[in-house]
């Protein structure tokens, strides 16, 4: 199967031109390619509600919401058109207002939710070991105008649910998580996906479960599942008089046959991508200045991404080098999430000034650099990668 990383999504940098060039084809090695189901299986489930001319929010729709509310043990699921209005339709249906904490560490589409609702985004910062929000934080930035926490799961390592919930109950505050890249992640045993008041998926070809596009919303609660259905549909029920300011948000049949025909490859994908993780780091542990992200004891990630920090001055290089001296091998990197939001345009008027506001999150942003990991990636390729990064680590040659 091909499969052009330019059309997956635009929001990364491409492998610099010359070096792709000069490189053949069996050289490269790409960051992402998408497991994706045999398009037979998507066209025979697709075929029926085609030829019925149902071709959005129908019974494909239904079946892959109700499949999935089953595998992530929650109550209800609710498709949408993507990640991001996933989280749109969820701070809406919530009735958020005032000020939201959420990392700065992540994909900036947490905050552009926030900013869509009219809601002040609060920066907290990261944990320097799971990359993950830290709990100390948001509760030094929940003030009395706080009516959300959103966690997010980076990378697919599944963050301080239960710290997050004990301080939202306190605050009596709502709790979202964006579990973006956690689909099939658990959390002290469980799956991810029930925790909170909602958590939210992201369906598009980087993350795990792939429908083309899409979001999903799970919930234990009725009320809010209920109104997450009317706001996918412009926010009516039925009565054309709407209960909230919705969106178009539907799910088509088409993505929904991907997502059913999908959901089976999901458990050999994760441990396909946690064999990858080991790998790399047995084979990078030992060199001065690389740190991982780590898992916390009882929980599984996905490694929707597989990332090293570069120590500056343990390693003796830089993040920019070694991500440069990959791609001059032909092998393809990106800097998941660098900057760090609260360095961005669009964000900085919301970081608190100082110099050392977010200490750890610009630590991390400024020295992440995110490794190759698919399914198809070859034991070959991560040993290739590895060695370039010991060369420059170590400055041997
Ligand atoms: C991908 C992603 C989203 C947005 O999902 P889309 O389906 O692309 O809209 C939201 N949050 C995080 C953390 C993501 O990585």
Redesign the pocket.
Known sequence: MTYKITSV?SDHALLDRASERALSEHDRVRFVRPSLPELADVNRAYQKAYEQGVLTNGCLARKFEDAVAERLNVRYCVAVS??????MLTYRALDLHGEVVLPSF??F??AHAALWNNLRPVFADCLSDTWNLDPQDVARKITAKTSAVIG?H?GGNPCDVKTLENECGRAGIKLVF?A??AFGSTYGGQPVGGSGDAE?F???P??TLVCG???LITTNDATLAQRLRAGRNYGDSGSYDPELLGLNARFPEFNAAMGLAGLPLVASKIRRHNEIACAYRERLQDIPGIQFQQVEDGNASTFKDFSILVDPVKSGTSRDEVASALASEGIETRKYYSPAMHQQKLYREFAEKGDDALPVSTRVAGSVVSLPIYPSLPDEAIERVAAVIERVATGRD
């Open positions: 999504t993507s990640g991001t209005s996933a989280l992540t994909f589409a947490t997010v980076v964006d973006a890249h939210i992201s369906l598009t980087t993350k596009e899409g979001g």
